[in-house]
């Protein structure tokens, strides 16, 4: 079995895959009298032939070594995952390799991190650590067939940093 | 001084004005083998001529009792708040009157809940209740003029419920 060793989620190294939507720096104008922070267009929202929506994932705990054999993209739209909960997420994403999964990289959340999956990027589903999550999901909605499926021949485990 | 008493927010309330965006019942559909209910398209996202974009607001706390003496409009599109912190927000809403707003509704959100405005419903500004909240929020992006304020000649105290 080979292993994967999560690493903090970090806007650069997320970056071939999606976008990470957090506070950092200055936000980019105040509003509201002084009283609010935008931080603005974080994400590439891409809903493709589709409309965006937003719907609510409530998803079970998983735990470490967390054993990944399913990855899965959607070839119609980005897909964001905001948590309400702040249970950190494993974030498993992967290059396409002729259509397949490449090597996967495996990130964890933080509380106050939530991230935009590119359309048509590999990864893996929705996996809390440690605790039950509930998680606002912005997506591609239409009656169009989205998802494509591929279980991996040679699964990982995926363990701590 | 008039006064408004804070209600409980609930859908069948919000209606008129949007969605409330929550767990509510079972899912519509259970995913990833098991693990995940996905509570379905929960909210009518609408962003007019421009794109979707994720954003994040970073706001001050507010306390009761509470003064609307502002509220606003967005002619081009919807616009969803969607807590990160599970800090109640005091939702204040409006129906139109010839151009103005209408006798306000209020209500507090609870831990939880999110909420999607519609296209041009008159609202206050974001209000964390009792402590600093950040929300992403899910609206139009583009560089068209989108926000249509209106101070309120006779401004309202919001109370406890």
Request: charged share 20%.
């Amino acid at each position: 079995m080979t292993t994967l060793t999560l690493r903090p989620l970090t806007a650069e190294a997320f970056a071939p895959y999606g976008d990470v939507i957090e506070c950092s720096g200055a936000p980019d104008k105040i509003i509201n009298q002084g009283m609010c922070g935008r931080h603005h267009d974080l994400a590439l929202v891409d809903s493709g032939p589709g409309r965006t929506g937003i719907s609510l994932f409530d998803a079970k705990a998983r735990a470490l070594p967390y054993r990944l054999d399913l990855m899965e993209r959607h070839p119609l739209g980005s897909q964001a995952f905001i948590p309400l909960d702040n249970v950190p997420m494993i974030v498993s994403v992967a290059p396409d390799a002729d259509g397949k999964p490449g090597t996967p990289e495996v990130f964890l959340s933080q509380p106050g991190q939530s991230i935009n999956i590119h359309r048509n990027v590999w990864h893996g589903v929705l996996a809390p650590l440690g605790a039950p999550g509930r998680y606002v999901v912005v997506d591609h909605i239409s009656d169009l067939p989205n998802l494509e499926e591929h279980w991996l021949e040679d699964p990982y485990d995926i363990l701590d940093q």
